[in-house]
C-alpha cells in the first residue's frame, strides 16, 4: 500500500482514499413492510350462544358454584417475609422493587410464591453481576493493542477528517472520523482475528457491558496516539518533565516533515525524498495540521484542559463543512497567515508573546470575506 494513497484527498470532492481494508459501508436495507390483511366484513354475522359452543351446561341460578379455597397470605405477613428474604438475598434496588410487587400482588400472595420470586431475582442479580465483573476484567492482548495503534496513526495522516475526539456524535454521526475509522478497521478484520484478540463477552448478541468495554478501551488507545500528534505539533513548544525545548519552533514545512517521518508505521515509512513531496503538495494537510497547531499552541500557552482542544477542532471543522467554499478559503488563508506569522521566522517559543498566540476566529473570517467582497 502507497503511503500516498492514504494521506492524499481530492481537494474538489473532499473524498479520501483510506488505507487497504477501508471499505465503503454497505447500506443497510430496511426490511420489506407487510402489508395489513383486509379486515373481514362484520355484516350479518350470527349470535353465538357460548354454551352452547363449547358445551358448557349453565348452571341453575340457584345453585352455588363450588370454588376451590386459594386464601392468599394477609399483607402484614407478606411484608414480613419479604423483608426477611431481602435481608438475607441483598437483592439490589431494581431487583428488589420488582420481586416486592410480584411478591404481594393479588390473589397469589404466598409465603411459597414470594420466596419463588425472590429466588429468582437473586440468580438474576448474581449472573449479571458475575457477567460485568468479566468483562470489567478482560485485558485486550498486545496485538490488539499495535494493531489498533499502527491504525490510528495511519488514519491521523488523512487530511480531512470530520472529527479527532471520542464523542464526534455529538453533532450527529459521522463516517470519516478517527474514532469511527478505527471501530470500522477492527470490524473488518477476519472473524478467526475477532476470536483470538476480542473479548468473548463482546462476540455475545446484545452485550452491552462487552460492547461499552471495547469502546472505552478503543478510545483509550485512540487517546494515547492523539496525544503523541499532540506532542509533535508542539515541538520545542511544550516544556514538561521528559519534554524540553531544543531549539527553534519549527516552520510549517519542518513541522509536517516530523509528523510524515513519524506516524506511519515501520513497514510503511517514507523515504527524504518522498516526505519533502509531500510537504510540499499536499496542500490540505498543510491547512489542517497548521490549524491545529495553532490550537494547540492556545490552549497551551493558557494553560486550558488539553482535552477540550480536540472538541474545539470539531466544532470549528463542523461550521466548515456547513460553510461556503469561499467562508473556508479566507479562514485556511487566514490560518496559514497566522502560521507564517508566528513560526516561520526561526524564533524561540520564549520570544513569541504569549497574546500573539492566538487562533483566527469565525468573526475574523467574517470580516475578512466582507473585506474580500468590497474589492
Sequence with gaps: MEMSNIIFGDNETAETTFPESYLDPQSLRSPSTAQDDSSNPVENLEEINQNILFGITPFPASDDIPMTDHTSQPPKEIDTICKDLQAKLDLDPEHLKIATIAAKYPPEATAERASSIFAMGAFNQLSATRSVAVVANHVYDSAFREFVRIRTRMILLIPNLEAYSNNPHKHGVLAKTLFYLVLDAVDKQSDDWKEDHLDPAQMQPNSEEGLKHYRTTI?????????????????????????????????????????????????????????????KSNQPMQIRMSYARLVMVFYYRNKQDNDSQWTAIDDRLRILRTSSKDF??????????KDEKLFSHKRHIDHIPKEECVVPTLDDVRAALAAVNKT
Design 328 to 337: 473556508q478559503q479566507v479562514h485556511a488563508q487566514l490560518v496559514m497567515d
Design 219 to 279: 478510545g483509550e488507545l485512540i487517546k494515547y496516539q492523539r496525544s503523541h500528534l499532540r506532542e509533535l505539533l508542539l515541538t520545542n513548544i511544550l516544556k514538561t518533565q521528559k519534554t524540553i525545548v531544543k531549539g527553534n519552533v519549527p516552520s510549517r514545512g519542518e513541522m509536517l516533515a516530523l509528523i510524515y517521518a513519524d506516524l506511519p508505521p515501520t513497514d510503511k515509512k517514507m523515504s527524504k525524498q518522498q516526505i519533502e513531496a509531500q510537504v
